[in-house]
């Protein structure tokens, strides 16, 4: 079994800052993929950023420049920096995690419950 938990979602004013973390646990052999997604009410799941087990990272146009993903192999931890915050970034944000459990089984991707993220006056 392979747990996910997200942390650090809240109510932030437009221009404000907020950091977001992830903690993966359970029976885990490697990891390949950690990122986060978003979903606004009435819109689709979409990528935020991620990183591969080698640091390389990939953000949405939308976040870069303002949105910073980071991780702790090591920790199994993943955190996503969120500064000049807008009401558009106002959403659910999941953490989204591809491993493997054995040497011997595929990657599959696992989710957390999802933190909420509010950008408001």
């Known amino acids: 079994q392979v747990q996910v938990v997200e942390s650090g979602g809240g109510l932030v004013q437009p221009g404000g800052s907020l950091r977001l973390s992830c903690v993966v646990s359970?029976?885990?052999?490697?990891?390949?993929?950690m990122g986060w997604y978003r979903q606004a009410p009435g819109k689709q799941r979409e990528l935020v950023a991620q990183i591969t087990s080698g640091g390389r990272t990939n953000y949405a146009d939308s976040v870069k420049g303002r949105f910073t993903i980071s991780s702790d192999n090591a920790r199994k931890t993943v955190s996503l920096e969120m500064n000049s915050l807008k009401p558009e970034d106002t959403a659910v944000y999941y953490c989204?995690?591809?491993?493997?459990?054995?040497?011997?089984?595929?990657?599959?991707?696992?989710w957390g419950q999802g933190t909420q993220v509010s950008v408001s006056s």
């Open positions: 989204n995690v591809i491993l493997k459990a054995s040497q011997e089984a595929p990657n599959y991707t696992h």
């Open positions: 359970g029976s885990i052999f490697s990891i390949y993929l």
